[in-house]
């Protein structure tokens, strides 16, 4: 387990309060090359493992009646960092900070069901997370170790997640104290858990009746709106074997 300064001291990150949050207005802080700081954005940047292996979000500023594409979006130490296409806007500019919705609400589907699915996982197959939960945007995937690998639980496992679906448990975020955040965490999640250090509160979510985990990504309200899971094989199997024994189940949402 390690621990990390939190994130976001310099740009307030709008995404963390409200994943739902499509658009905001914001100054300019700084400019690098093409790369721009904001005082505020809804655009969640690709960070390290705190943030969780979420992709990057894209979208748009608008500066007066000029449009600016936000092709990637990162977080270097305590910045995110916008990426723009076109010549930057100049420092104290405002501008509109807009976010590629369908990209993020597929992202938000994916990694919501992954929380449910690693859940599911060490539930029906044992072991642990191997660190390595990959949410792009179209596959996820979970790397366990030391689990049982029959195909009949990895079908399991997506049956179960599709009836926490059809059930629409409820998604909340809350903070706990730091202090109290070892009673909150699953062991067998640790290796995948990065603690935030320099805080006085985690965030967390959880899925109704299922999972609280640290999360710093942007969730869906409730499961209803993942849609369907469906696992993907590799070579006819559900558990893929992964370099230093990782097990590694895929899926997609639909
Ligand atoms: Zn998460």
């Not at 621990?3 to 690098?32: P, W």
């Not at 005082?39 to 990057?56: E, M, R």
């Not at 938000?108 to 449910?116: D, E, G, K, L, S």
Request: proline content about 4%.
């Amino acid at each position: 387990m390690t621990t990390k300064t939190e994130i976001n001291d310099a740009t307030k990150a709008l995404y963390l309060e409200d994943s739902y949050l499509k658009d905001c207005k914001a100054t300019v802080l700084n400019v690098s090359g093409r790369r721009v700081e904001l005082t505020h954005t809804v655009l969640n940047p690709h960070g390290d493992a705190i943030a969780h292996p979420q992709p990057h979000d894209k979208g748009t500023l608008v500066l007066g009646r000029k449009l600016l594409s936000v092709s990637k979006t990162i977080l270097e130490g305590d910045r995110i960092l916008h990426y723009v296409k076109e010549k930057p806007p100049p420092v104290g500019s405002e501008v509109g900070c807009y976010l590629d919705w369908a990209r993020r609400y597929r992202i938000m589907r994916n990694h919501t069901a992954m929380h449910i699915m690693a859940q599911l996982a060490l539930d029906i197959c044992g072991g642990r997370i191997n660190g390595n939960l990959e949410c792009r945007d179209h596959i996820t995937h979970i790397d366990l170790r030391d689990c049982k690998t029959e195909d009949s639980l990895a079908k399991r496992i997506e049956r179960e997640a599709n009836k926490i679906i059809q059930e629409d448990r409820k998604i909340k975020i809350f903070y706990i104290p730091l202090k109290e955040v070892q009673e909150f965490i699953d062991p067998r999640k640790a290796e995948s858990c990065v603690i935030p250090s320099n805080v006085e509160k985690v965030r967390m979510v959880s899925i109704e009746g299922l999972c609280s985990d640290i999360c710093y990504g942007t969730v869906l309200r409730s499961t209803r709106e993942i849609g369907h899971i469906r696992m993907l094989p590799k070579h006819n199997k559900f558990f893929e074997e992964k370099a230093g024994g990782n097990k590694r189940l895929a899926f997609v949402v639909s």
